[in-house]
């Protein structure tokens, strides 16, 4: 089910007195005809290099979490925001989501659509059950929605990463109690490899 939710109503005026800019925007889940203006926006804030990350590791040839793919849209119906949250083994024994990237078009920046976009994905994840999430970004900017480094200090990605962007947020407390060792992806099996294994 898609939920369309109006989080924002404002105007501002434009520079010089121009028309005013209409800054609503809607949170929804991401679909196929999404996909193609989701890149676009990723090569446009992130550059080429978005694919050297050591998250994208955790994320190549992986489903983000069902329902956990999200886009912010003017009224008007234009892509300005996406986030997703992919589910990974936290160490051997814990489960979480890893959230990224998270990206919002320079033009509609500063106007609450990064911080609705995370709000809704982290309430969407803990309704569903999930119990961490984890990430790689500014702490400044992470910390605002319960993000600390604390929660990944025995926690190992699968390349180099600052250890000081290296965040975690618990959704239940006491989720990430004892996470240790390597952050991998929950390989999701395609029905013909479900089969196959059945077989064998
Ligand atoms: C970071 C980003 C997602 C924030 O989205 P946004 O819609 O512009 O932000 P919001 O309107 O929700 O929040 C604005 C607040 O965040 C702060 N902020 C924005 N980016 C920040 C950053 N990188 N570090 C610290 N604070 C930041 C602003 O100063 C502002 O603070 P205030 O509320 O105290 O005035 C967006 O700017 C973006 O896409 N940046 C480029 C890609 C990126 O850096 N992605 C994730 C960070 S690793």
């Not at 939710?5 to 609503?24: E, H, K, M, Q, Y």
């Not at 814990?94 to 976009?117: D, I, N, T």
């Not at 790689?136 to 250890?163: C, H, K, S, W």
């Amino acid at each position: 089910m898609t939920r369309h939710i109006t989080t924002r109503f404002s105007f501002v005026l434009g520079d010089n007195g121009a028309a005013p800019i209409d800054l609503r925007f809607k949170i929804a889940s991401e679909k196929d005809a999404d996909v193609a203006a989701r890149e676009l926006l990723l090569d446009r804030v992130f550059g080429p290099e978005r694919f050297q990350k050591t998250s994208e590791k955790l994320r190549v040839n992986q489903a983000p979490a069902p329902g956990l793919a999200l886009v912010a849209k003017t009224t008007v119906g234009a892509l300005i925001g996406t986030i997703r949250l992919w589910p990974v083994f936290a160490g051997q024994k814990h489960c979480a989501l890893l959230l990224g990237p998270l990206a919002v078009c320079p033009s509609a920046k500063e106007s609450g659509v990064g911080s609705a976009l995370m709000q809704q994905a982290l309430a969407r994840a803990k309704l569903q059950g999930h119990a961490s999430v984890l990430l790689v970004g500014d702490a400044d900017y992470y910390n605002r929605f319960g993000f600390e480094q604390r929660f990944t200090d025995r926690l190992i990605m699968p390349g180099p990463v600052d250890p000081k962007r290296f965040l975690g947020r618990e959704l239940i407390p006491g989720a990430l109690s004892g996470a240790a060792g390597a952050v991998t992806p929950v390989v999701r099996l395609t029905r013909h490899q479900k089969l196959s294994a059945l077989a064998a």
